[in-house]
């Protein structure tokens, strides 16, 4: 098969990560990076032996695909623009900051029949594709997100760079529609909410407390989820994941009549896994594992929740 043409939009944190793990695909030629910052474009791609650019125009008509992974207040115009030229798009997530750029980006994409990926990453951890043989109609879920202070992350808010992750996971497992939102934060030490926490009651009863911060002394990331007869357990920092259910059999459990099971989830590089997928997907034109749709989806109960803590009842 030939090689897919990738270029890299953003030599920033990210970035960087992106043309790493794209360098050392055999399917992949990686062409360029770009970077409005020359010195930064120039030091990563004399690296891996590649073009820098500080115009991402550079780029149209050399590459078939792009990690676009720039600040999101400018998601929408840089890959809208590549859309424009036939080219498709990994977009870092959110995929946007409102949902009408989100459809539009979407209709484009539908209009030539190019891929949009959203980068969720955490839909390739591991832990997370395991649950999917054990997590059947979630009753409850808890979860929380916490980070120390990076001034590099404060463009959006916390829900809009952390908290997303989680919505995005409870909306994979919760096959219902959002019925309403309590959300509360406040901004601490940038102009942006900082630290957040939303319950989300789903039409079939579920219900979701999810909680972000961005000036935590720690990182954390952790989620639970309770079903009829199972209790399962997420330490993503520690690579931990329990499951605790119903069997009358067991003995020697401290719970009467309940299992615990510590899984042993294989340790795997999700961003190379993303990007892998990214990459299959525009090869044999197919559908991404996580769509824009899925991530305009994620974006519209973020914006619910920002909506919500700007404008309490």
Excluded: W
């Excluded at 999810?210 to 209790?231: G, H, P, W």
Aim: proline share 3%.
């Amino acid at each position: 098969m030939k090689k897919l043409r990738v270029g890299v939009i953003g030599t920033g944190y990210l970035g960087k990560f992106h043309t790493e793990k794209y360098a050392g695909m055999d399917e992949v030629e990686l062409v360029g990076v770009v970077d409005i910052e020359k010195e930064k474009a120039e030091d990563i791609a004399a690296t891996f032996g590649i073009s820098a650019h500080t115009n991402y125009k550079n780029l149209f008509g050399k590459v078939d695909a792009v990690s676009i992974v720039v600040p999101t207040p400018i998601h929408f115009a840089v890959s809208k623009d590549f859309l424009e030229n036939d080219i498709n798009v990994l977009i870092e997530k959110p995929i946007t900051t409102t949902i009408e750029e989100a459809d539009e980006l979407i209709k484009i994409a539908e209009s030539k029949g190019l891929i949009i990926q959203v980068g969720h990453l955490e839909r390739f951890n591991p832990a997370i594709i395991a649950l999917h043989n054990i997590v059947k109609n979630p009753r409850f879920i808890e979860s929380h997100r916490l980070s120390i202070y990076n001034e590099r992350c404060i463009d959006v808010s916390v829900v809009l760079d952390l908290m997303i992750h989680d919505i995005d996971i409870i909306l994979t497992f919760v096959s219902s529609h959002i019925k309403t939102i309590h959300a509360a934060g406040i901004p601490v030490v940038s102009k942006h909410v900082d630290i957040a926490n939303a319950r989300l009651e789903f039409e079939n009863g579920c219900v979701a407390n999810v909680t972000a911060s961005r000036i935590s002394t720690k990182n954390e990331r952790k989620i639970r989820l309770f079903q009829r007869d199972a209790y399962v357990s997420v330490d993503f920092t520690n690579h931990e994941t329990t499951v605790i259910s119903r069997n009358k059999k067991s003995s020697n459990s401290p719970i009467p009549g309940m299992e615990i099971k510590q899984l042993c989830v294989t340790k795997k590089d999700a961003l190379k896994e993303e990007l892998k997928s990214f990459v299959k997907s525009v090869q044999n034109h197919t559908s991404p594992k996580v769509t824009g749709q899925m991530g305009r989806d994620a974006l519209k109960t973020a914006l619910s929740i920002m909506k919500q803590i700007k404008s309490p009842l």
